[in-house]
């Protein structure tokens, strides 16, 4: 820690800002001395990448430096760039150093990643929540209502002050944040760092255990992709709030808005239709049991979570080549082993896995062997020969590979089940 604080402290007044506001990112290039003077031990160096980025000090920095810019600076479009440390806010760059590695020092810190499910799947699963208030999927993963976020555990920021010239145009723009009291939310609760963007590890397993949760959905049938155009004045949006535990309570930390697709594979997420509410109850019910199977025994369901979110991915694909791709890597993750692969192949070794796993008769076995054969030639031709678009029958071979990716999960999680019940 006095390495990095002799560091960060030489190397502050070499930074340049921007509009008063923005690092200039050509004046950063000395701060890569502070992940060279982290300690060799391989378990800390690897659990700072895991839950930062391969450059864990330089990104924190980074980031930490960015956030004080954005709290206590103002946006000014005719600024000149300059020395950070002509700023008031870092006119003291020894102090700064100090705090910020004093910060590094601290984590992991606490994090709650607050998810809102699909419209379509709010409106359905909201009445089962009214009379439990939430539901525990993990002890850190749990379905609650925008009702109880409102109460104030989680605040939202306040709104900013009015900016100048730029900064004033967009803060116009801009929507006051509030919890949907009719909404329905997957909140995650991770340790590590999260920066603004949510570009680090932690933010990404968060979000990958959204993924996870809808994927193992899709494969349980609650849950399906309703494709729709979407159109320019309606182009989908996707947020969610990350908040913070400072001991006292939790402090919002960020807005995060990722990229496009994901909102369009949100907006596009729906319930699958049960003729009554009493059925759909039963189903969800029976579904959110499966889910908490995996989620409480992240170890030994970790390839079934994987291949649930691959899952997902390709459903919300716009480009059937890769989603024909994300569903045999679903495949391969679920059921390939390295080890016979290089013995047998990994085709052989899927088709026969495939067949014994998910065929409940020798007919069926058959025909899913038979079948395996020409959808691995169509992941074939994709991979080696850079086919860029599905025929008409391929894409009904798509779909009969989901619903492969889908039995196998199920039977996958049915057998973790029983693993659970012996223990």
């Known amino acids: 820690m006095k390495r ?4 960060l402290a030489s190397e502050l007044p070499k930074l340049r800002v921007e509009n008063n506001q923005y690092l200039s990112y050509a004046s950063v290039a000395g701060l890569t001395a502070l992940d060279k003077a982290l300690s060799n031990r391989k378990d800390e160096r690897r659990d700072l990448v ?3 980025d391969d450059g864990p000090v330089v990104d924190f920095v980074l980031d930490r430096i960015s956030r004080r810019l954005s709290d206590r600076e103002v946006y000014n479009p005719e600024a000149a760039e300059r020395p950070l ?3 008031s806010s870092f006119a003291d760059p020894s102090a700064i150093s100090r705090e910020i590695v004093a910060e590094f020092d601290t984590l992991p810190w606490d994090y709650t990643f607050t998810f809102p499910l699909p419209q379509a799947i709010s409106e359905r699963v909201g009445p089962l929540l009214d009379q439990l208030g939430s539901i525990t999927l993990s002890d850190d993963v749990k379905l609650v209502l925008g009702t109880g976020l409102a109460e104030g555990a989680y605040p939202l ?3 900013a002050a009015p900016g100048t010239g730029l900064g004033a145009f967009f803060s116009g723009l801009l929507v006051q944040p509030e919890w949907n009291a009719e909404g329905v ?5 991770c340790r590590g760092y999260v920066d ?11 979000t990958a255990i959204l993924h996870a949760f809808i994927g193992i959905g899709i494969a349980q049938h609650v849950f399906r992709y309703d494709w729709r155009v979407p159109t320019f004045l309606a182009s989908p949006r996707f947020t969610y709030h990350v908040h913070v535990n400072q001991g006292d309570g939790w402090r919002h930390n960020g807005t995060v808005e990722p990229e496009g697709t994901l909102a369009t594979a949100f907006s596009n997420m729906a319930c699958v239709e049960f003729h009554d509410l009493k059925t759909f109850g039963k189903m969800m019910g029976w579904a959110f049991t499966k889910v908490r199977t995996c989620f409480t025994h992240p170890k030994k369901a970790d390839r079934i979570v994987r291949a649930a979110q691959w899952l997902f991915d390709s459903h919300a694909s716009r480009n059937q080549t890769l989603a024909f791709l994300q569903s045999m890597v679903a495949l391969e993750i679920l059921l390939g ?3 016979v692969t290089e013995l047998v192949g990994i085709g052989t070794l899927l088709s026969n896995r495939c067949a014994y796993l998910i065929g409940k008769s020798q007919a069926q076995r058959e025909e899913l062997l038979s079948d395996f054969g020409a959808l ?4 074939s031709d994709i991979v080696h020969s850079g086919k860029n678009r599905l025929s008409n029958s391929e894409t009904n071979m798509l779909n009969k590979l989901r619903w492969i990716c889908a039995r196998a999960i199920q039977e996958e999680i049915d057998l973790l089940e029983q693993d659970v019940r012996k223990v």
């Open 4 to 7: 990095l604080d002799e560091i």
């Open 50 to 52: 895991a839950m930062i």
């Open 85 to 87: 440390t002509e700023l």
């Open 157 to 159: 920021p306040e709104p």
């Open 185 to 189: 939310y997957l909140q995650v609760r």
């Open 196 to 206: 603004r963007y949510g570009l680090t590890g932690t933010a990404r397993d968060a």
């Open 337 to 339: 082993e390295r080890a």
């Open 376 to 379: 691995y030639k169509v992941r």
